[in-house]
């Protein structure tokens, strides 16, 4: 059974992605699922006009650093606009590490990222900026 959800709402201008449910072992999958999310967020924000994400991560398992590094080479070609600010929020310590990771590597290829422990705190990163 596909424990894997993924859940799209706006609010106040920000798009909401919530993802729940088990992380795929075999790291080829879980890489064909996050690059379908990736553009499929990208294509969300050009239909909705939206420069605003806020991405909760709540898979179980282990997080890819491969997985990471590679979703951040392939932003360009998923659609994903260097002007979208997106806020990554992981509870989990190991996930974390792995999301801060990517958000600083974003950054340093020219997009608007930043890691928090909290959805307060990334959402009210999302609304004053």
């Not at 959800?5 to 706006?10: D, P």
């Not at 958000?103 to 609304?127: C, I, P, Q, V």
Request: proline letters at 2%; aromatic letters at 8%; glycine letters at 6%.
């Amino acid at each position: 059974m596909d424990r894997y959800h993924v859940e799209l709402t706006e609010n106040d201008g920000i798009l909401i992605v919530e993802t729940s449910g088990d992380r795929d072992t075999v790291e080829a999958a879980f890489l064909a699922r996050e690059r379908a999310l990736w553009a499929r967020m990208a294509k969300e924000c050009r239909a909705r006009e939206l420069k605003r994400v806020l991405y909760v991560g709540g898979l179980t398992g282990r997080a890819s650093t491969t997985v990471t590094h590679t979703i951040v080479l392939e932003l360009d070609s998923l659609g994903w606009d260097p002007a979208i600010q997106v806020a990554l929020v992981r509870e989990d310590p190991h996930a974390a590490q792995v999301v801060g990771f990517g958000a600083r590597f974003a950054n340093e290829r020219g997009y608007w990222a930043k890691a928090f422990s909290s959805r307060d705190a990334a959402m009210e990163w999302l609304r004053r900026t």
